[in-house]
Each structure stands twice: as structure tokens, then as C-alpha cells.
């Protein structure tokens, strides 16, 4: 277990983690691009959910190869992350089952997502979050689901389309759980300082 904490602070790790989460984030707009041109001005920043988490990712990250922390930008990667990244691998798995196909498309979102959502809980114990900044988080996070559960701006997923109400449902208990988590991980317990390794 040492050797791979180990791994998780060595510099080459982290770069390679950095470039990983570049691309996704780049790709995770490019995906986002036909709802991104119909979406009101106003709704703009709440729509493209995982590629906004794995952007915070990507401060948090530069920020711990720099030796530094950003505790808010951490509390927003961590809570999204995890969120989003459990999120999208329930959907494409719901879909799976609900239309009875599957395109290496769906492969794609469920391990990325996945692994998406357990990055941000691997550095938990470095990060510097304090209970007001997951208060913080919370209102963001609870906010964009109203944006997207009442103001009909959430992911286009059309084969769950008809399960409109029950996702709102569950993506409503997800951010709740997503937030208690982090707060028990990351806040509870202390924190440790991230020692960079060449």
C-alpha cells in the first residue's frame, strides 16, 4: 500500500495525471458542443458538468506540482468529481439496460467516469478543505441541479428521457452523499501535506 501512496506524489504521476485530465476536459466540452450552442447565456457554465470537474481537477493538480493548495478549488474537484464521474457511469449503465444496446461509446463514458470519480477521492487526505468551503460547494452544487432538474438543463440523455423526474430524484441524493463524503474524508479526518517526489 505504501509503494502506491508513494506513486500517488511522485511528479511524473502527477504530470501524467495533469495531461490525462487536459484531454479529458477538452474532449468533455468538444462532447458537450450541440447542447452547449442551444443553451441560454445564462445557463452556460451549469451545463458541461464533468469537463467543469476535471478543470478544477486540473488547478488542483498544477497547484500540487507548484507545492501549493487551493482549498476551494479542491472541495469543488473533489465533490464534482465524484459526483459527476458516479453519475455518468449510472446513466450509461441505466440506458444499457433500458434500450437493451451497447456501443463502445458507453465503455468509454463508464471507465473514464469511473475513473474520474475515484482520482478525486485518492488525494483526500492532501487536500486543504475547511467546513465553509464545502458549504460553498454545496450551494453550487445543489444549485446546478436545480438548473438542471428544473430549468430542464441536465445532460441529454434521450433513452432515459421518460425518467426524467427519478433521475432529478437520484441526482439530488448523489450531490447530498457526494458532500458528506468528502466532508468525512478530507475535512474530518485532518490533513496531510503533499511531499512532491522527483
Do not use: C
Not at 16 to 40: A, D, H, K, R, S
Not at 85 to 105: K, T
Not at 117 to 136: E, F, N, R, S
Amino acid at each position: 500500500m505504501e509503494k502506491y501512496i508513494f506513486y500517488l506524489k511522485t511528479k511524473p504521476f502527477l504530470i501524467m495525471l495533469l495531461v490525462i485530465n487536459v484531454l479529458g476536459t477538452i474532449y468533455g466540452y468538444y462532447w458537450y458542443q450541440w447542447q452547449l450552442v442551444e443553451t441560454p447565456l445564462k445557463f452556460l457554465i451549469f451545463v458541461p458538468d464533468s469537463p467543469t470537474a476535471s478543470l478544477f481537477f486540473v488547478i488542483v493538480l498544477v497547484a500540487f506540482i507548484m507545492k501549493k493548495n487551493v482549498p476551494l478549488i479542491e472541495a469543488l474537484a473533489a465533490v464534482t468529481l465524484f459526483k459527476y464521474g458516479v453519475w455518468a457511469v449510472v446513466m450509461n449503465v441505466w440506458g444499457i439496460q433500458v434500450s437493451g444496446q451497447v456501443y463502445w461509446e458507453n465503455y468509454l463514458l463508464i471507465f473514464s467516469h469511473a475513473g474520474m470519480a475515484l482520482q478525486g477521492l485518492l488525494y483526500a487526505p492532501y487536500y486543504k478543505i475547511k467546513a465553509w468551503h464545502l458549504v460553498v460547494v454545496a450551494i453550487w452544487t445543489l444549485h446546478n441541479d436545480v438548473i438542471d432538474y428544473v430549468f430542464g438543463q441536465m445532460p441529454r440523455y434521450p433513452v432515459l428521457a421518460d425518467y426524467f423526474q427519478q433521475i432529478g430524484y437520484f441526482t439530488f441524493w448523489l450531490s447530498i452523499f457526494s458532500l458528506a463524503l468528502i466532508y468525512v474524508l478530507a475535512v474530518r479526518k485532518g490533513h496531510y501535506t503533499l511531499s512532491i517526489k522527483i
